[in-house]
């Protein structure tokens, strides 16, 4: 069965302290690796798509990368307004996306 | 451009009770799918529609159905409401089948009492 593990479950950081956000996934022939950003009560909102290992891509502070087993979320420099949960979800085969529970990120001034 | 479009936004019923909710895909878009997500985790896959016809369903009671209209708007249907029911609905579309990046409504929360 696919699965798609994030860590940690939450994590708080000060301004400017970069971190990284982990998806770990169990699927059979990736076809996509998504990551999500989602504020409270509203849907998700799109920020990368990685096709295969080894790819990167970088949005403002953001940068996403993906081996064969996991994903990361480089957050560099934070700022306040990065705070909400970071959703990462695998698509395999025929198979509709499989989410992780996501990171919820704290931001502090 | 106008994104995916959900009504309603919130939504409160008791249990027994029927709900539709209704969903616009991005203009060009003609796949929608439909996602249950409930407090501390990730959507679940409902339903998805590509021309009209279902492409994939979820592990959810048959009291769950949906349909894609000709302009490829989307309702979904829950009856005999649960308080188990009372989530987050998001509607997402893609240009195509899902096999491609997803973009996601705003949602319509529903609470079951």
């Known amino acids: 069965e696919d699965q798609v593990t994030q860590s940690p479950e939450a994590l708080r950081l000060q301004e400017g302290e970069s971190s990284s956000l982990n998806c770990s996934y169990t699927?059979?022939?990736?076809?996509?690796l998504f990551w999500y950003r989602q504020d409270p009560g509203k849907g998700p909102e799109f920020l990368f798509t990685?096709?295969?290992a080894g790819e990167e891509k970088e949005k403002e502070r953001l940068k996403a990368t993906l081996t064969k087993k996991e994903s990361f979320l480089h957050i560099t420099a934070p700022k306040p307004e990065d705070s909400a949960t970071y959703l990462c979800?695998?698509?395999?085969?025929?198979?509709?996306?499989?989410f992780g529970k996501g990171t919820r990120l704290s931001v502090i001034a | 451009d106008a994104g995916v479009t959900q009504s309603p936004t919130h939504l409160i019923k008791t249990r027994g009770q029927h709900v539709t909710l209704r969903c616009s895909p991005i203009?060009?878009?003609?796949?929608v799918s439909w996602y249950q997500q409930v407090l501390g985790q990730g959507p679940q896959f409902i339903f998805q529609?590509?021309?009209?016809?279902?492409?994939g369903r979820g592990n959810f009671p048959d009291r769950f159905s949906a349909r894609q209209f000709p302009n490829y708007s989307s309702e979904l249907n829950v009856n005999a409401l649960l308080l188990g029911d009372s989530a987050l609905y998001l509607c997402?579309?893609?240009?195509?089948?899902?096999?491609?990046?997803?973009?996601f409504g705003p949602g319509t929360r529903l609470l079951v009492l």
């Open positions: 979800a695998a698509l395999s085969g025929n198979t509709p996306l499989v």
């Open positions: 997402a579309s893609s240009p195509r089948a899902y096999q491609e990046t997803q973009y």
């Open positions: 529609y590509y021309e009209k016809e279902e492409r």
């Open positions: 699927v059979s022939g990736l076809r996509g």
């Open positions: 203009s060009g878009h003609k796949s």
């Open positions: 990685l096709y295969s």
